[in-house]
DNA sequence: GTCTATAATTAGATAGAC
DNA sequence: GTCTATCTAATTATAGAC
């Protein structure tokens, strides 16, 4: 036990201190932006002072990157987890559970949208570090999927990067502008329901009905409520 | 022609100069936020120094709010026309119509979502300002009509609040990340092609098949295309 | 590893000349 | 109405004690 010792970390508070600074560090970016947030409130919220965050990572942008690292870690976990689940089904059910835990991952963390919509509005190196490092992958990924999906017809016939576009816009803004939802709706976009409630909306948009309760996938898929003119 | 001097602009010249900083000014909010906006760069842009932007508006928190009035001002007039030129026609045309010029006038101001997105993420007094003085009109009328068109049958069966944020999420995404997409799919999100395969894709998704090249409504809307399973 | 003290930069706002 | 010069405050980063 006592040989977990990182390279880093020599002390044993030191991790412990490290996670608290991420922690706050990851908050601060997203409500804040980068410029916005300092370096400062970080630590205090982190209940250090502000030259140990220098300490821990060398500056201000590896404090960002260290954040983003560990966001999009998160992420691939969560949507890797659900692919490795579900290895010989159907790329229908594959693509609905998907957008189910996308759904709910935003959610959960807000955060990770924050800060992609704060720093991809303009070319910086910071969009550079987002886009190569961690968005490229989950594109391809994703706009190979829907193109095999839409081919088979078990998805809208829209071109997949506009699809990308919709799902990673629909998904996360009732959480992303989750205190501006709470104000306009009454709705509290960290309840449960109501993220089940979303997540069976954009189920219903891009693949027809859903089991309202459980977002379970109803093969084979009834036609879109809502629809009927007679 | 000499008579035509408002109360604000003694001089000929200050009514052109203060419409060249709010329109660096909205630039610079929207792409750095407004903390990361500075004074100076925005009087740069403009051509003219920092304290004049002090003396056309009292502060930055005044020049903020005057950007975003004249921005909401124009997404008002966008919307109103078309109200306007649309009674007596069915509600279903309306909504049709009104989320075309919404994905258009998003392609054409992504500054809009921007704003947005920067200051709605936490409570703030600039939040305040934006929701209840622009925001919250909206998002009733909005939210009104697509409750008597869910009722009629015309919109999926999703509660007006989730459907108002799926709308506002998947129409302007591909344009507030126009830096991102165009790295990512290779698109030109200014592209009116683009532009308009996009403003297809939302209208799919909400209402069914469109026409593909002009939008035009095609009463009474077949079924959703790409969902047929025999 | 964590602190105090401080250097160096930059920001928004104001004073006053023209 | 627009400029130059400057004030005050806040920021990131560093130096050095413990």
């Known amino acids: 036990m006592g040989s977990v010792v990182s390279e880093r970390a020599q002390r044993p508070s030191a991790d412990a201190t490290r996670q608290r600074i991420l922690e706050a560090a990851l908050d601060a970016f997203a409500d804040q932006s980068f410029d916005g947030a300092s370096l400062r409130n970080i630590a205090s919220v982190a209940g250090v002072t502000q030259p140990l965050l220098n300490y821990h990572f060398r500056s201000k942008a590896d404090l960002w990157r260290a954040v983003v690292d560990e966001l999009f870690d998160r992420l691939n976990v969560t949507l890797g987890h659900h692919l490795r689940s579900l290895v010989d089904v159907e790329d229908r059910i594959v ?3 998907m957008v189910r835990r996308f759904v709910e991952f935003s959610a959960h963390n807000p955060q990770l949208h924050r800060i992609i919509t704060s720093e991809c509005r303009a070319d910086s190196s910071r969009m550079d570090y987002l ?4 968005i490229r992958p989950l594109y391809d990924a994703v706009t190979t999927l829907f193109a095999r999906l839409a081919v088979a017809g078990d998805l809208p016939d829209i071109p997949p990067a506009h699809l990308y576009y919709l799902l990673t816009g629909a998904a996360p803004t009732m959480f992303v502008l989750g205190p501006e939802c709470r104000r306009l ?3 509290d976009p960290t309840d449960d329901d109501v993220i089940r409630t ?5 189920c219903t948009l891009l693949f027809g009905a859903t089991h309202p309760q459980t977002g379970e996938y109803l093969p084979p898929s009834p036609p879109l409520t809502g629809r009927a003119h007679d």
Chains 1, 2 share one sequence.
Request: aromatic letters at 0%.
């Open 131 to 134: 886009v190569e490092q961690h």
């Open 95 to 97: 693509v609905h559970h």
């Open 198 to 202: 979303h997540a069976d909306a954009v």
């Open 185 to 187: 709706s009454g709705l």
